[in-house]
């Protein structure tokens, strides 16, 4: 069955950096461009990143240009969010799904557990 499985958040200090990974089975991870989300208290979830099948193409939200990285590995079915400089602001529950679910919610597949960032001193 199709499963996405988050981890490597954590807390973390102002200015300090997290690898996230989302490990992938179930579907064909490399022939989907895939997707980074975040939800806060209180806030619905909002897309982070996006990156095409190949790798060679990527989106960011513009809060978090120039301090996050998506990246895929699609020989180990491994998508990544490199998380540096980070905010308070960034403190969230982090999930991975495809980028079309985004606008189409059949795209979706099932939500994993997501992983917690939180951003404190």
């Known amino acids: 069955q199709v499963q996405l499985v988050e981890s490597g958040g954590g807390l973390v200090q102002p200015g300090g950096s997290l690898r996230l990974s989302c490990a992938a089975s179930?579907?064909?991870?490399?022939?989907?461009?895939m997707a980074w989300y975040r939800q806060a208290p209180g806030k619905e979830r909002e897309l982070v990143a996006g990156?095409?099948?190949?790798?060679?193409?990527?989106y960011y939200v513009d809060s978090v240009k120039g301090r996050f990285t998506i990246s895929r590995d699609n020989a180990e079915n491994t998508m990544y969010l490199q998380m540096n400089s980070l905010k308070p602001e960034d403190t969230a529950v982090y999930f991975c799904?495809?980028?079309?679910?985004?606008?189409?919610?059949?795209?979706?597949?099932?939500w994993g557990q997501g992983t917690q960032v939180t951003v404190s001193s």
């Open positions: 799904n495809t980028w079309a679910c985004t606008t189409v919610v059949r795209a979706c597949l099932t």
């Open positions: 990156i095409i099948s190949s790798g060679a193409s990527t």
């Open positions: 179930g579907f064909s991870f490399s022939s989907n461009r």
